[in-house]
């Protein structure tokens, strides 16, 4: 026993062992990625499942939304909005391919909204019609002349018909605001998720998922170009229903570079990083551009507002000193009188 607690903890026989062991972990460290030769393929079938569990889901997402979305139509088909507009043929006097386009970048899917927007461009003019001669020759608001009402009563029924036009307009501008806001930033993360080796379908997946909470506009923008991309034929027109839906030319070359990738195979991180730059620059551009216009709105609310009160303030005070320098040289012509009058008269 003595004999081998000696042997251990002698000084040679140490480094002899450790000299062993860093041999012997040399030799493995070369010879192990010669024998881990399926490693790849495993990660090659993993990823190919993922994909295909992913278009699974989409297509049975866009199924169940196909078969709720027909139902809805189904039973809102015999609705009165539904007779009045075909029966007046309202979807070919109002540019029905126009109006769709402006409500699916305004977020408004469907024939519903169609049908309402249709709708409301002909009952919102008979009621702004209604509501101006009722103020107007009922209520005898502002007292105006015969002529002056019939004026009155026509620019009501005018407003009333763009009243729709313009509420769906603000609606698309809100919207691209709001996606031109957060595309750069999603951008950075889509470049991301295809940089670590993701599909640009799994890329959009997970920018879905982590852009939700900020920008739920784009996150169903991109949700749609995802599903879009597992069961459309041409991916291309997937790529390019997402420019059409937002409108924004940014989102546009974004969508020209993924197509000229998909169909020329350019790297498509530096594109990203590329788009994701000039995104960038074209959202401080539209902040620059509403600083610069701040100074003009800001003319009239000063002429008449500040200007008045800042010519109160600055000349109000000389003004009254000078009323009562004339008041008192007043009392002194008439004290001047009254003494000259009582010396005339002794």
Do not use: H
Request: glycine content about 8%; hydrophobic content about 45%; aromatic content about 6%.
């Amino acid at each position: 026993m003595m004999d081998i607690i000696e042997t251990i903890t002698n000084r040679q026989v140490q480094i002899g062992i450790l000299a062993g062991l860093a041999v012997f972990a040399t030799a493995m460290t070369l010879v192990a990625p010669l024998f881990a030769t399926g490693d790849l393929g495993k990660r090659a079938k993993k990823v190919a499942d993922y994909k295909e569990r992913l278009r699974e889901q989409s297509r049975a997402d866009i199924k169940a939304s196909q078969k709720k979305s027909t139902s809805l139509r189904t039973a809102s088909a015999k609705g009165f909005a539904q007779r009045m507009v075909e029966q007046f043929n309202l979807l070919e006097v109002f540019d029905a391919n126009t109006a769709r386009k402006q409500q699916i970048q305004a977020g408004w899917r469907g024939e519903r909204p169609l049908v309402t927007y249709m709708m409301a461009r002909v009952v919102t003019p008979i009621i702004a019609l209604l509501v101006a001669i009722f103020y107007i020759y009922v209520l005898e608001v502002g007292g105006l002349s015969s002529f002056m009402k019939l004026i009155a009563s026509f620019g009501a029924l005018i407003v009333g018909f763009y009243l729709p036009q313009l509420y769906v307009s603000n609606a698309v501008t809100k919207r691209r605001q709001k996606i031109q806001l957060a595309f750069p930033d999603s951008l950075d993360l889509m470049l991301i998720c295809v940089e670590s080796g993701m599909s640009i379908e799994a890329a959009m997946q997970k920018v879905t998922e982590e852009v939700a909470t900020t920008c739920p506009e784009l996150a169903e923008e991109y949700g749609l170009t995802t599903a879009e991309l597992s069961y459309l034929q041409d991916r291309k027109i997937a790529y390019a229903n997402l420019g059409e839906r937002t409108g924004l030319e940014g989102v546009k070359a974004v969508v020209t570079a993924l197509i000229q990738s998909e169909q020329y195979g350019t790297p498509l991180g530096q594109s990203l990083r590329v788009m994701a730059a000039e995104n960038r620059e074209l959202r401080m551009q539209e902040a620059e551009k509403k600083a610069a216009a701040l100074p003009p709105k800001l003319t009239v609310p000063m002429i008449l507002f500040f200007l008045p009160v800042l010519f109160v303030v600055i000349l109000g005070p000389g003004a009254l000193i000078a009323m009562g320098k004339g008041e008192e040289e007043g009392d002194r012509a008439i004290v001047q009188n009254a003494t000259d009058g009582q010396n005339s008269g002794n």
